[in-house]
Every structure is written in C-alpha cells, then in structure tokens.
C-alpha cells in the first residue's frame, strides 16, 4: 500500500496529446479541392491503468484543409479557432491546461492576428445584397 490507503494498482497517471489525422480529399465542393488534404485535431489522453497504456478519445477539437490554413483571407481559421476555443471551454481545462493545448495547435494552424480579425469583420460586416431595390444599408425587414 502507497499513501492514503491507495494500492498502486488505484494510481493512474496520464497525459494529453493531439492526434492530427489527415485524409486527402477525392471529392470538389464549395470550400474544399479534389487532392486537398483535411486535418482533424482529436485531444487524446494517455492513461496507464495497472501499468497498461490506453488512449481515450477526450474531444474532436475541429478541422480545416490544409489550403484554407494557407489561404491569404482568415475566415476559415477565424472558424476553425472559434470551434477549437469553444469546445475547450465546454471540457473545463484550467487555463493553463488550455493555453498549452492551444499553443499545440498553433504549430500547425496560425492563429488570426487581431489586424487581421479586425478586417475580415470590416469586410464581412458588409451587406452585399440589395433588397427590393434599395441600398444594402437601408433595406428593411417586414416580417
């Protein structure tokens, strides 16, 4: 027996990772290319429960193509953060727990620098549509 009555068999130890799983894509639609590449991000947690490895799957985190992390216009990583921060809100990490699960993901999805966040809601904010023949600004909505 260990301290607090616990038999070692009771202690488990573990730690987290992110699983990148990457499929290529055969398929065109509207966001994504035939021969693009798509990642996933899963958080997995390694426990040894009696001294043998298990992995649980923890959270899909999200998942973006490999283009839309190189394309020069942020909307696909503003998405794709929101998703991750969001669902790393819901699993109730401290906040260092989630600093360093997001710095992970970081290394291989930038993150969105705050000038260019600022621009691509300039830009989305936009009405692009007019409405019964008057400007996008002073259409009205009758419900």
Request: hydrophobic letters at 35%; proline letters at 4%.
């Amino acid at each position: 027996m260990s301290k607090g009555g616990l038999n070692n068999s009771d202690i488990r130890t573990f730690a987290m990772y992110i699983r990148w799983q990457s499929r290529k894509l055969d398929k065109n639609t509207r966001w994504r290319k035939r021969g693009d590449v798509h990642w996933r991000e899963i958080l997995i947690e390694n426990v040894r429960v009696d001294g043998k490895p298990i992995q649980q799957h923890i959270a899909y985190l999200g998942g973006i193509t490999k283009r839309n992390i190189a394309h020069e216009k942020p909307a696909h990583r503003i998405y794709f953060w929101n998703g991750v921060e969001q669902k790393l809100a819901v699993l109730n990490f401290s906040a260092k727990e989630r600093t360093t699960i997001m710095q992970l993901i970081t290394e291989r999805v930038p993150r969105v620098s705050s000038r260019q966040y600022q621009q691509h809601a300039r830009v989305s904010a936009k009405p692009t549509v007019s409405i019964g023949g008057k400007p996008p600004d002073r259409c009205e909505i009758i419900l």
